[in-house]
């Protein structure tokens, strides 16, 4: 056993003398005179907690599902998961005078397979809050606020997983460089895939709306304003107006030879910026000066029960020659039509005795797609001038 010699040779180039006990933590050799520079360090580290008077540890901020309206089930075995629906109901004709007459109903189904997960561990250790400096009422803040923040990550995996989705309504390839980590570290990797676009209808308009920037505010030229706004908006009122009724123009998984499908519940997804800028448009101009309905309101209007749903930024069109030059302005769809199927969510601690820390491990894994034998619509734009 360690020191059995009774000697302190055992012990004297132990961690708790040479260096300091771990990384950071420095402690003198016991029989030293030690010196300004060994004191001063020692006084830094022990110092840093009592020269506070308190921590105040503000709860974390979540970033909201803008997307909680779409349906979540689970898929506890398998790779994929089905959807399905009749698409063609049996015809009406003439008796044949069989005894026993035959008729079918076609069926449109697709697959959605496993397509994401993440992997996010977050460390407590026992000596972050040490020395009675903390309350325990900010100690129990402390922690309560770091536990909380995988689930920010999580929250903004999803948001960008559904943007990416929302964003593939056309036909296309896309090539993303990313890391194996999230936040920019780990081995480069290339995300590369080929679009089977879902939208059951995509307009073009020739207006010019650049690809937004974070911070720079979005404004309509002042000569045509009025009429560019009423373009965009009339353009989904239009196509919600239409899918509302017996239709296979607005369902990318029907043919011209199938029956229809009709529209339910239909929400509209857009820019933030995008409606600011519409809504000063209506307000500011000499035509709508004064008018009592903004643009928000007139959408929400046409919508009826559907709901208008705001983000920052759309993703890019997947590349396609057709749609060169052009962006995503908004999508159209029916609320039933995306899907999220999770495979399994849990989270497990693990304690190191040797470090003193816990860790907590959450891991995910499941399916999102689009149906694509229900309703959706697609604007785009140009991002530049020209045809």
Known sequence: MAGTGKTFAGFSGNSELAGGIAPGIPVANLESIP?????????????????KSQTIFLEPRI???RFDWIS?????YGAFTELAMFKNSPASKKRTGLCISYGDAQMFGQQLVTNWAYNISITLKDREINRGVMSEAEATAYYA???????QTMALERFARWKQLFASVIDGTRTIAGTTSSDGTGDVTSYSVTVGGYAGKVDKITQVIPT???????????????????EILNAFKNAKTWADYPSNTYAKGLTATDEMVIGGTFNLIMETA????????WTMSPTYKGISKSARDYIREFLGAGRLVEIDVWPE??????????RLLGVLIDSEAPRE????????????????YTSYNYQGSGASGIFKGLPSYALVCKTTGGT
Not at 39 to 45: A, G
Not at 317 to 326: E, I, K, M, S, W
């Open 35 to 51: 010196s300004a520079t060994v004191i001063n360090n020692i006084s830094v580290v022990d110092g840093i907690m009592p020269s």
């Open 145 to 151: 606020a770091k536990m909380r923040m995988p689930l």
């Open 341 to 356: 199927f999770v495979e399994w969510e849990d989270v497990a601690a693990d304690y190191c005795m040797q470090e003193r």
């Open 212 to 230: 937004l920037t974070p911070g720079v505010a979005v404004e309509f030229d002042a000569a045509t304003g009025d009429a560019d706004v009423l």
């Open 63 to 65: 970033f909201g599902d």
């Open 274 to 281: 995008i409606l600011d800028a519409m809504d000063s448009m």
């Open 317 to 326: 069109l997947p590349t396609n020659v057709t749609y060169a030059d052009h």
């Open 72 to 76: 979540r089930g689970s898929m506890p």
